[in-house]
């Protein structure tokens, strides 16, 4: 078990993190990308691009395309993602609930800090009960008026949105590039969730646990 510190606030990404939802999104992009140059990602694009905004990835793909075209293949991505969730059994990953509960009871500062768009947060909002635990105002995501992680400027908004330091912060994450946005933003402890499969980072002056039910609040 992990112990975790104490800390001025708790910043969690989404995705990846506390909804394991990378099996779906991979076969959503892969779709999606089939599409567009007719072969789909290769694990080591998967990796770069994962924890990245769909405005990023869709440019990468598309480099030369304008903002409507990135748009209409975003939203066909997030439309077929969305789908393929819904028909399965949805749930917060393993031990989420637990640890947000025991946050919420010492009244821990909370907040979300994700990549995910506008349309699919505001779906996840009321399917998760996210209010329970953040209030709407310390959910960040949907924002294409910021850099894209690994830069560290979504959590930077997030430390600001609860009033506290970066080096005040624990932030939880699970991709490479949201990692590095933690480090990038002068978070004070990063602790990645591996997830099922998944090799570790090994990038120093990180911690890796294999889910937040490893994490002793």
Request: charged fraction near 25%; charge should be negative.
């Amino acid at each position: 078990m992990y112990r975790l510190p104490n800390a001025d606030g708790y910043v969690f990404d989404f995705n990846g993190t506390l909804f394991w939802d990378e099996k779906q999104n991979r076969e959503a992009w892969d779709e999606t990308v089939f599409l567009i140059r007719g072969s789909r990602l290769s694990d080591d694009e998967f990796a770069m691009l994962n924890g990245r905004n769909d405005t990023d990835t869709v440019r990468y793909l598309l480099p030369d395309a304008d903002a409507a075209v990135r748009q209409q293949w975003a939203d066909r991505k997030e439309m077929l993602y969305k789908e393929i969730c819904l028909s399965q059994e949805l749930g917060l990953s393993p031990g989420s609930i637990g640890l947000l509960e025991a946050l919420r009871s010492r009244g821990a500062r909370m907040a979300i800090a994700s990549s995910a768009p506008k349309c699919n947060m505001d779906w996840y909002i009321p399917e998760f009960r996210l209010c329970d635990y953040f209030s709407r105002e310390c959910i960040i995501a949907g924002r294409e008026d910021i850099p894209s992680k690994p830069d560290g400027a979504i959590f930077r908004l997030a430390f600001s949105a609860l009033g506290i330091e970066g080096s005040g912060a624990v932030v939880f994450e699970d991709s490479r590039s949201g990692v590095l946005s933690a480090l990038d933003a002068g978070a004070g402890t990063v602790i990645r969730v591996i997830g099922e499969g998944v090799p570790t980072l090994g990038i120093a002056g990180i911690s890796e646990v294999p889910s937040l039910a490893c994490i002793e609040p």
